[in-house]
């Protein structure tokens, strides 16, 4: 397992690094369920851009409202710590399985067609790591995108948040503890402290690294592994110095979709007569492959078994 929070470069899939690549981010869904991604396609320029844009678009339009919410009187009258809100500013866009990017309030052109151009990047990415997920786990292309399709396809949004300076960031968190309930989650951010995921009891710093898309797998992903990839608890700790700006793109299941482990990652079910039959010759060898041979009921099922190999 790595010892500091993953960053996978996605340019060793091509060539003689992909075996060791994709090792490294099956290692990052399933030890982790958090890290970063670099040469993952998306152009920095549009990055930069759609950052660029979500802060003015918060400046001009969302931080007045803010600045006149209950919550930040609250916070300024000093009157014991707010559990039941967040230091955070936000808007949402849906871009899957139809765009309503022109019904955010008063959106310029500029910030309209660069959300049209960064949600075509960031589908693509998500996809290309949901296969990559499935790769790893022996499921066919496409499994995951299927499973998430529903009658009109998966659903796909991006929350467009800020969290402002906090005058008093002892009273109230900037976002509080949660799982994502989705599927597979990109996270533009900027280099401001703040957004922390829990790993071994402990929590982790995310540090971005310059031109890295975080990424982190949602409780659906949980459950179409069976486990075998965790949604993490995570938070946002508000700032003194803020401002930091969060764009997290939600590739998730469409409403509709029916959820449920993969078939081929559940536990086989057997007799246990039968099992002890495959275990009375591969005791001494790993019990995964075990389990795997009770999946296709081997030919030796059939026959007795000859005294007990406990
Ligand atoms: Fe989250």
Known sequence: MEKGMP?????????????????????????????????????????????????????????????????????????????DKDWETCFFVQHLPASNADKVPNISTELFETIKEY???????????????????????????????????????????????????????????????????????????????????????????PGAIFINTGDQLEVITNGRIKSIPHRVIAQEEGGRISIATFYNPASDAVIGPAPSLLYPVFKFEEYMKVYAGTKFADKEPRFEAMKTRPAELDGPLNGLVY
């Open 7 to 83: 960053v996978i470069d996605l340019a060793g899939l091509d060539g003689k690094r992909r075996k060791e690549t994709l090792a490294r981010f099956q290692d990052a869904c399933e030890n982790w369920g958090f890290f970063q991604v670099v040469n993952h396609g998306v152009a920095t320029e549009l990055v930069e851009r759609t950052k660029r844009l979500t802060h003015e678009y918060h400046d001009a339009v969302l931080k007045p409202a803010f600045q006149q919410s209950e919550v930040v009187k609250k916070v300024e009258a000093g009157e014991g710590r707010i559990g």
């Open 119 to 209: 949600e075509q990047e960031a589908a693509k990415l998500a996809e290309r790591l949901l296969d990559l997920i499935c790769e790893n786990l022996a499921l066919e292309e496409g499994y995951i995108k299927k499973a998430f399709a529903g009658a009109s396809g998966p659903f796909m949004g991006t929350k467009f948040a800020k969290y402002p300076s906090c005058p008093k960031p002892d009273l109230i968190t900037g976002l509080r503890t949660h799982t994502d309930a989705g599927g597979i989650i990109l996270v533009l951010q900027d280099d401001v402290p703040g957004l922390q995921f829990l790993k071994g009891g402990d929590w982790v710093d995310v540090v971005p690294v």
